[in-house]
């Protein structure tokens, strides 16, 4: 008698909320006073193991409830499913998710319920990584490329990637794969930061913190603009003369502009030689960028962390949009999805450089990238991941700065889990935190009913 399939028993749920505003962390143009959340998913299961799947959503504030709920509406895809199958293939979870006939209306593929399929997807990811005994990236990295190709679905990208090409380029990426995984465990993989330059933060402070950053070993800061066009002249001003000419020093509206003001504002910046601009427009708006992109140059165009799924970076890239394609991996469907941007941006020969910050995300993102490294584009040239230096304390598994380098993580599983005493304290509203916040009960007026 064959013994009882280990199953999932339970998808549990969590609304963690940091109180970020209060220092202007995270500030921006479009995003004046973020309080950085994750909606946050556990999947338990009845196996001997007792491993769990950890994933989340980044949020920034307000809605988190609403994204914790639609992870909840997801559970009845997930407990039951047998542990072996669902971890020796994510993408028939990620494909039945996706299709839910009833859910997608609420996308299709796309916002609050897309980034729902994204937290458990990369929380079936976790635990299957934790099973293999390896790091994401690793596990991704020696993985069977057919058997990566069938993670993908192909439908409505198969324009612009067949399977068979997804298949040539894997097996190309594991030529001097073995030589690319010992040379990322020496020396990591190139990291930006992005600390020096919120909103928010006064001259003195963006001083202070640019020339750290160079002192730290980065190669690349990034400054938020968009809100007032003298200050981010002075700004880059200031930035430029304290990181000297051999830094690379990028600038991002977070979706400020239309085209026009996009292209007036980034040519008043060009003086101090901004390396990219990033989101300057609508990340829905393809053919905005390609026309910013054009009138810009030689000023890159990067965009990524809200563009909704692979169909839109497919049109960025075939488009000519894109410089700078950049993942976020917690706001497509997963890595499921990002599997087939990551392709997507091989196919097209343009570099990849990851969303990061918020929580969590720079935990997450430096196993796709790292992946990418070994087993996809084979380098790390004018390819670096955002690190903004907040929140990292809360996670069991931290990322590792040295030398302006993201350390390769060597413990099992996708670096996600957080801290249990970190989610007991920042849980919303009811955490110890909030519990004994006097300014609590004004922010749950903006909860959702
Ligand atoms: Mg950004």
Redesign the pocket.
């Given at each position: 008698m064959s013994p009882t399939p280990e199953r999932i028993t339970a998808v549990d749920t969590h609304d963690i909320r940091f109180p970020t505003s209060r220092e202007l962390d995270g500030s921006d143009a479009m995003n004046p006073d973020p309080d950085y959340s994750a909606a946050y998913v556990v999947l338990r299961t009845d196996a001997a193991d007792g491993l769990e799947g950890h994933g989340f959503t980044f949020t920034i504030g307000r809605g988190n409830d609403v994204q914790v709920a639609a992870i909840h509406a997801l559970r009845h895809h997930v407990t039951g499913r047998t542990v072996e199958e669902v971890c020796a293939d994510p993408g028939s979870l990620f494909r039945d998710l996706i299709g839910d006939s009833q859910l997608r209306w609420l996308g299709p593929e796309k916002g609050v319920m897309h980034m729902a399929i994204g937290a458990v997807v990369n929380a079936v990811w976790d635990m299957a990584a934790k099973r293999a005994g390896k790091p994401l990236w690793r596990l991704l990295a020696e993985a069977d490329p057919a058997w990566l190709v069938g993670q993908i679905d192909f439908r409505y990208i198969d324009d612009a990637l067949t399977p068979e090409e997804a298949l040539h380029i894997l097996r190309r990426g594991r030529q001097g794969a073995p030589e690319r995984t010992a040379r990322l465990l020496e020396r990591g993989y190139p990291a930006y930061t992005t600390s020096a330059g919120w909103l928010g933060y006064d001259d003195e402070k963006l001083t202070r913190l640019a020339a750290q950053a160079v002192a730290e070993g980065f190669t690349q800061i990034k400054l938020k603009v968009g809100a007032d066009l003298e200050d981010d002249i002075r700004r880059c001003r200031v930035a430029r003369a304290v990181i000297g000419p051999g830094i690379r020093m990028a600038v991002?509206a977070?979706q400020r502009w239309g085209v026009a003001e996009a292209i007036r504002w980034t040519r008043a910046l060009a003086p101090f030689d901004p390396y990219w601009i990033?989101?300057p427009t609508s990340p829905d708006d393809v053919l905005a960028h390609a026309a910013i992109r054009e009138a810009v140059a030689p000023v890159k165009v990067a965009t990524g962390?809200h563009v909704q799924n692979r169909i839109v970076f497919k049109q960025m890239l075939q488009a000519g949009a894109l410089d700078v394609l950049q993942i976020d991996a917690a706001r497509v469907g997963g890595v499921n999805e990002n599997l087939a941007i990551l392709l997507l941006a091989a196919k097209f020969g343009v570099p990849v450089c990851p969303?990061a910050g918020g929580v969590g995300l720079c935990e997450l993102v430096q196993h796709l990238s790292m992946f990418d490294y070994v087993a996809v584009s084979g380098t790390t040239e004018d390819r670096v991941i955002e690190y903004v230096d907040h929140l990292h304390d809360h996670f069991l598994d931290p990322v590792v700065i040295r030398d302006g380098h993201y350390t390769a993580p060597t413990t099992p599983g996708f670096s996600a889990a957080m801290r249990p005493e970190s989610i007991d304290r920042y849980t919303f509203p009811g955490g110890g935190f909030w519990a004994a916040d006097p300014d609590r009960q004004q922010l749950q007026k903006g909860q959702a009913a």
């Open positions: 991002d977070n990033e989101e962390e969303h």
